[in-house]
């Protein structure tokens, strides 16, 4: 097989980890990474590397530094200027800017991610960074100053929650991992961080930045099994924030492990079924493409993906032409290839569980309406555009979190705010339509069922400044820029009556600059 020479990967061991500030060298068993990326003729997945086995002794350890770094609010880093926090995050993106090419093609050898998504994905994480420091400017900019009210005065501020156990997931290995990493650290929390088990190579050359740029036991690094790895560290209760990007079924039950639930803070993005809903008078050309790119990109691996479309009876037929012809159209390749749509799934029993969605649709009453639809090789399933969906499928309960699309059709929109309104996701929807006397009771709707509407669009995350949340089983919390700040941290302030005794001394902690909280600094 022909691979660019700039994408040939030799097959490396991570002996290191990261603990209390040390890249230890690991000694014991090691877990071999795959890619189900063929690097041969004849297929067979390709070793990439090595990671280590950690287990439950070594968890505890990095639960002990990331403790000790915070201690109880008194530690270093929870205590540290804010510019000096800044500081440390800065030392830390530019030495990570400079790891760029390798990063990306880590991802997409682990993941299987095109070469234009994971330069972007790498890219935005870098801009998110730099957005998180400038909004973490304003927001303590903002809290410089002193009100009063009652003849009591108050600087307020946000302080840091403690100790954070952070999962990232396989789909945004990177940029999601980082949009709870980044704001956690900032905000004066310790971190403990366990890689996604797809994905986790591609951390390897950030590592030593990671070392470098922050204290001590401020951020740990973990490999191994979450299974083996999680639990001790909640069960020791101990965790002041669970942050969490995937499914929750393993947010429930790491939930379940810690003793003291009620102090236990959450920050979820779990599961969605995002609906795709096409009016009688949508553009279609504009509604297909949409529809393609929301269904389908990366696979449709992605939880703002399109995971069933709705379309109005009268357009159905129409609809179902163009948007089959599209999706045939799509090309499949590897992540380097050329105007490649289509990649390789990184999870090795994904495509027989796409099969058993397809098989159990089919058997009752559905069709395939693409030509090349449910096609298999070693490591794929060509996406099968299924209809009519109806709800004792599984495709309509599930999740499938890959190429399948269901295809729903639908008279009475009444019916469809229904389904909507009795789903257990609440996250995105994306509406195609024209009238405004239509759209605007149901926009008016739901927005109240869903956190975002997208009008004529397909879903997504971005822009990292806007909110990104859900209700019901889709997420606890939002992340964005400006709320990542504030999911990891709460509000604290130091008050005073207004008389001259403390107003001279107030006036001498300001003066003298002794204190980290009471300052009235600008930060340019």
């Not at 068993?29 to 090595?50: C, H, P």
């Not at 949009?179 to 088990?197: C, D, Q, R």
């Amino acid at each position: 097989m022909n691979i660019p020479e700039q994408f040939q990967v030799k097959p490396f061991r991570q002996d290191t980890y990261l603990i209390d500030g040390e890249l230890r060298e690991w000694k014991g068993e090691f877990t071999n990474i795959y890619s189900t990326i063929s690097s041969t003729e004849k297929y067979e997945r390709t070793l990439l590397g090595s990671v280590p086995s950690l287990g439950k002794a070594d968890a505890l350890e990095a639960l002990h530094s990331a403790t000790e770094a915070y201690n109880k609010g008194k530690g270093l880093w929870p205590t540290m200027k804010v510019k000096d926090r800044i500081s440390a995050m800065l030392k830390f993106v530019k030495q990570m800017e400079k790891q760029r090419d390798e990063v990306v093609k880590l991802m997409m050898w682990e993941i299987g991610k095109n070469l234009d998504d994971s330069h972007k994905e790498f890219d935005r994480t870098v801009e998110y960074i730099y957005d998180t420091i400038n909004a973490y400017k304003e927001l303590d900019n903002e809290s410089s100053k002193f009100v009063q009210r009652d003849g009591v005065y108050a600087l307020i501020r946000r302080g840091p929650l403690g100790v954070v156990l952070c999962l990232g997931p396989y789909n945004y290995p990177l940029n999601e991992t980082f949009a709870l990493i980044i704001p956690a650290l900032i905000m004066g929390n310790t971190v403990i961080f366990k890689p996604a088990k797809h994905g986790v190579l591609l951390f390897t050359p950030l590592l030593e930045a990671f070392q470098n740029s922050f204290p001590r036991g401020v951020i740990n690094i973990l490999y191994g099994r979450g299974r083996t790895v999680a639990p001790p560290i909640m069960e020791s209760g101990k965790v002041d924030v669970l942050a969490l990007i995937g499914n929750s079924k393993t947010a429930i039950a790491l939930q379940d492990q810690h003793p003291k639930k009620n102090r236990l803070r959450l920050v979820f993005g779990l599961e969605a079924k995002n609906p795709g809903v096409i009016l009688p008078d949508a553009n279609l050309d504009l509604a297909v493409n949409e529809c393609v790119k929301g269904a389908l990109s990366f696979n449709g691996q992605r939880c703002t993906a399109l995971k069933i479309l709705y379309v109005h009876a009268k357009i159905k037929d129409e609809f179902l032409k163009r948007f089959a012809e599209k999706v045939d159209a799509l090309k499949f390749g590897n992540p380097w290839d050329e105007k490649v749509a289509l990649t390789p799934l990184p999870e090795v029993d994904k495509p027989a569980f796409l099969q058993e969605l397809i098989d159990d649709a089919l058997a009752k009453g559905a069709t395939i309406q693409n030509k090349k639809g449910g096609q298999r090789t070693d490591n794929f399933i060509f996406p099968a555009v299924l209809y009519p969906v109806t709800k004792e499928m599984r495709v309509y309960n599930e999740e499938q979190f890959g190429p399948l699309i269901p295809v729903k059709p639908f008279s009475n929109i009444n019916e469809i705010i229904d389904e909507i309104s009795d789903s257990k996701y609440g996250q995105q929807i994306s509406l195609f339509g024209e009238d405004p006397h239509e759209l605007s009771p149901l926009i008016d709707m739901l927005v109240n069922m869903l956190c975002r509407v997208n009008l004529n669009s397909l879903c997504q995350r971005g822009p990292d400044v806007f909110p990104f949340t859900g209700r019901k089983d889709s997420a606890v919390g939002t992340l964005s820029v400006h709320d990542a700040l504030r999911s990891f941290s709460i509000r604290t302030f130091v008050s005073f009556q207004n008389n001259d005794y403390n107003d001279r001394i107030v006036e001498n902690l300001l003066r003298t600059g002794a204190s980290n909280f009471i300052n009235t600094d600008f930060i340019l």
